[in-house]
């Protein structure tokens, strides 16, 4: 059994910063794929960025050129760094890791207001 535990929302200005950590309990790089969800109130939970296991990348068109999700296989950590933040933005984010088996952290709260 694979445990993800997200850290890092919060609140934050529109046109702040926040950065996402993702720790696993095991070595990533047996994993095909990490990626960030988020759910919205009242919204499906929709796919913000992937990363996979040979480093290449996918982004939501929405968070294109303003999301970075990165890997740090040493610390079994993927992060998402998130800048010009936006209200839109606000919603409870999930790590997530794809083994064969998918897995899922608690999530994160994250709120985007002024």
């Known amino acids: 059994q694979v445990h993800l535990v997200e850290s890092g929302g919060g609140l934050v200005q529109p046109g702040g910063s926040l950065r996402l950590s993702c720790a696993a309990s095991?070595?990533?790089?047996?994993?095909?794929?990490m990626a960030w969800y988020r759910q919205a109130p009242e919204k499906h939970r929709e796919l913000v960025a992937v990363?996979?296991?040979?480093?290449?990348?996918n982004y939501a068109d929405s968070v294109k050129g303003r999301f970075t999700i990165s890997t740090d296989n040493a610390a079994r950590s993927v992060y998402l760094q998130m800048n010009a933040m936006k209200p839109e933005d606000t919603a409870v984010y999930y790590c997530?890791?794809?083994?064969?088996?998918?897995?899922w952290g608690q999530g994160t709260q994250v709120t985007v207001s002024s």
């Open positions: 095991e070595n990533i790089n047996t994993f095909w794929t």
């Open positions: 990363i996979y296991n040979g480093g290449s990348t």
């Open positions: 997530n890791a794809d083994q064969g088996s998918i897995y």
